[in-house]
């Protein structure tokens, strides 16, 4: 281990800054979020820098550097572009026993500053040592995308409840294991969600029950995306890591899968035409019975839950049954296909609005309000709907479509299989019985469609 890795204290601590550019600048925003007190010395000192010095009630000293400017300082940082000032400023540190960084100089350092992510109070710093600051920040921008910011606001509650806590539990052991039950359990959720009184009931709950009975189970609506694991949000990926079991969709991709937690209970309830693996009404009750038993359940779909995914279905029997419960939309499949298709769904020059249509009804049929749907200033995104592809088709242009508007339907969007077919309103449904295309598919019909060629950008396999 090349340096002893520490939090310094600088609150109300006056830090010695010398340089008045854009990278004194960032290293002073840093010093003065943590609440030092600065000083610094340029002859030259930018403007938010100088906002930054007024603001923590410090000194500007226009001017060159001076020996005694290190004077009450507990900390000194060279930021300058001369590179014999700041082994000046770094000799003179050292004399005084000042821990000094010298910027992008390792070698007259007596201390280095990593990579942060900030969660405060939960902080963590990633540092190469100073030999790739580069690689750094690097990792610290992978650990960002997997670290809730919410952890801040979790730390936060919980370290109100540390010495309560800890007289409760005499033994390190015991009290280790309810920190993880809270932390991991339903708990932490109400905190992550902002419901900072009943987390706090939980927690007082809990310590007041000698023996404590399972503890219900929270159901998670997650949207999986239209395909493409790099679409997830981060809520989504959160939540897919600590569920005990998951009920997932045909349209949830392998890839979106991957990422669910390795050890965690899985049970397929797709639907495909005339084809359920599991009837809608025993999906719901199934959400219902699993939360029940203390099971974090996590209900995956593809796509966004609320968007002709009957995920309102689905809660409303977990709210009927006082099941907690949290919703995390998804990127749709209109969102996402059309964005890998290079197809905007709205364009100033083509349509003025979009509408998301079912491709069939409860009915099964395509019984829609045609005339409504003809408007030429409009795109039209049509889910579920290669099956009567060609009865949509013709009834468009029997309620005034023309039938050149040009159409896209999009096999498989955002995956590595992605097959984007173009023709027009008269002449899909021959193309698509010419290609032999499979669901899922997307059928979206407009003069947006024209820019296809140009802004097509995804490539597939």
């Known amino acids: 281990m090349d340096y002893f890795p520490v939090f ?43 906002e930054l010095v007024v603001q923590q009630q410090g000194e500007l000293l226009e001017r060159e550097y001076l020996k005694g400017d290190l004077d009450g300082c507990v900390l000194a940082v060279a930021a300058t572009d001369i590179e014999s000032l700041n082994k000046t400023i770094s000799d003179d540190a050292k004399q005084k026993n000042i821990p000094v960084n010298v910027v992008d100089t390792p070698a007259l350092c007596t201390y280095i500053t990593p990579a942060i992510i900030d969660r405060s109070p939960l902080m963590i710093a990633i540092s190469s040592g100073g030999e790739t600051p580069v690689l750094a920040r690097l990792v610290r921008a992978k650990l960002e995308t997997l670290i809730p910011v919410s952890y801040g606001k979790l730390a936060q509650i919980a370290s109100q409840w540390r010495d309560r806590i800890k007289a409760r539990f005499s033994d390190g052991d015991s009290r280790r294991k309810f920190w993880e039950k809270i ?6 959720e109400l905190m992550m969600n902002g ?14 029950n000698d023996h404590p009975e399972l503890v219900q189970g929270e159901v998670y609506l997650v949207g999986g995306g239209p395909g493409d694991p790099e679409l997830l949000t981060l809520r ?75 995920g309102g279905e689905e809660i409303e029997l977990l709210a009927q049954n006082n099941i907690p419960f949290q919703v995390v939309p998804g990127i749709t499949a209109a969102s996402g296909c059309a964005a890998y298709a290079g197809i905007p769904l709205t364009h100033r020059d083509y349509a003025q609005s979009v509408r998301f249509v079912t491709g069939h009804l409860k ?99």
């Open 236 to 310: 989504a990926l959160r939540l897919m890591q600590q569920a005990d079991v998951v009920l997932y969709d045909r349209l949830v991709s392998a890839g979106v899968m991957e990422l669910v937690r390795r050890d965690a209970e899985r049970i397929y309830v797709g639907k495909r035409r005339s084809e359920h693996a599991m009837e809608q009404e025993n999906i719901n009750q199934l959400l219902v019975d699993l939360a029940k038993q203390g099971k974090r359940v996590l209900r995956l779909k593809g796509g966004d839950p609320f968007i002709f995914g009957r």
């Open 183 to 188: 932390l991991q359990g339903p708990a932490a």
């Open 363 to 461: 009915s099964d049929d395509t019984n829609l309000s045609w005339p409504e749907l003809a408007n030429p200033t409009q795109t039209l995104v049509f889910y579920m709907g290669l099956v009567g592809l060609k009865d949509i088709c013709e009834s468009l242009i029997a309620h005034g479509r023309a039938a050149a508007t040009p159409v896209a339907l999009i096999e498989k969007g955002t995956t590595q299989d992605q097959r984007v077919l173009i023709a027009d309103l008269h002449s899909i449904a021959d193309v698509v019985a010419a290609n032999d295309v499979h669901a899922p598919t997307l059928f979206i019909v407009g003069d947006v469609v024209k820019l296809h060629d140009s802004l097509k950008w995804f490539k597939a396999n």
């Open 8 to 50: 310094l204290d600088l609150k109300k601590r006056r830090c010695l800054l010398v340089g008045g550019g854009d990278v004194a600048t960032r290293k002073g925003r840093m010093l003065a979020k943590a609440g030092a007190i600065l000083r610094v010395v340029a002859p030259e000192i930018s403007t938010e820098l100088r």
């Open 195 to 208: 419901q900072e009184d009943a987390a706090n009931k939980f927690i007082a709950d809990e310590l007041a």
